[in-house]
């Protein structure tokens, strides 16, 4: 089956502490990014990957890192999380990044809560 | 740069009430246009999409037609459904290398029996 998955599904942490998102996807996809949803604010593009170890930021990349090491896996990394980092963040793959109508695959979401 | 507007919600409605979600767009150049849907618990979903002006997309009873003369691709469904409660997202893609889907900030729909 072709999916996107992210773990984890719910994390709680506390400020300053690093922690990993990760992010997989099992269809040869050349692109990948991340995405945080906020209330009021829609989605937002954190970074994103044209493909293996070519990243780039996307509209909100401040308290970020990631890295693409290998084509399926594009793991998102808060060096020092703070409280303005609670969100949803989903990550995205995509195939053919040169062509604009081809469909995103979604992870089921992460839901961050920095205290 | 680009955007999308998306009429607020929450939208309640009854069990086969006609459905109408209205999105409108700002872009340079010639974007593809998507719906996706979010159902609670879940990631988003592509549910429908068009590539140019005039294209029709559609899929599980749901339409949306791209009209480049009003900046349009309103989301309608002749009979909803309880199971059609989600989050519906309205997006676009920029032209040029970056994938990024541009957001509208979803209308949320609830379908009482």
């Known amino acids: 089956e072709a999916q996107v998955t992210q773990n984890p599904r719910y994390l709680i942490t506390v400020t300053g502490k690093k922690l990993t998102v990760t992010c997989s996807q099992n269809?040869?996809?050349?692109?990948m990014s991340w995405y945080r949803q906020d209330p009021g604010l829609g989605l937002r593009q954190i970074y994103y990957?044209?493909?293996?170890?070519?990243?780039d930021k996307g509209d909100v990349p401040e308290g970020y890192k990631v890295s693409r090491k290998e084509k399926r896996n594009f793991p998102l990394i808060l060096e020092s999380p703070s409280p303005n980092q609670t969100s949803l963040y989903f990550c995205?793959?995509?195939?053919?990044?040169?062509?604009?109508?081809?469909?995103?695959?979604f992870g089921q979401g992460t839901r961050l809560t920095v205290v | 740069g680009d955007s999308v507007t998306q009429m607020e919600g929450p939208v309640t409605l009854s069990e086969e009430a006609f459905l109408t979600i209205n999105c409108t767009y700002t872009?340079?150049?010639?974007?593809?246009l998507f719906w996706y849907v979010q159902y609670p618990g879940e990631g988003l979903q592509l549910l429908l999409k068009?590539?140019?002006a005039d294209d029709k997309g559609s899929n599980k009873g749901f339409e949306a037609t791209y009209r480049k003369e009003t900046t349009s691709f309103h989301l309608e469904k002749g009979s909803v459904q309880v199971s059609d409660s989600a989050v519906y997202f309205c997006?676009?893609?920029?032209?040029?290398?970056?994938?990024?889907?541009?957001w509208g900030l979803g209308t949320s729909l609830a379908v009482n029996p």
């Open positions: 995205a793959s995509t195939a053919y990044p040169g062509q604009p109508n081809t469909e995103a695959f």
């Open positions: 269809m040869n996809h050349e692109y």
């Open positions: 990957s044209m493909n293996v170890e070519v990243t």
């Open positions: 872009a340079t150049g010639y974007p593809s």
């Open positions: 068009a590539t140019k």
């Open positions: 997006a676009l893609t920029e032209a040029g290398n970056n994938r990024k889907l541009i």
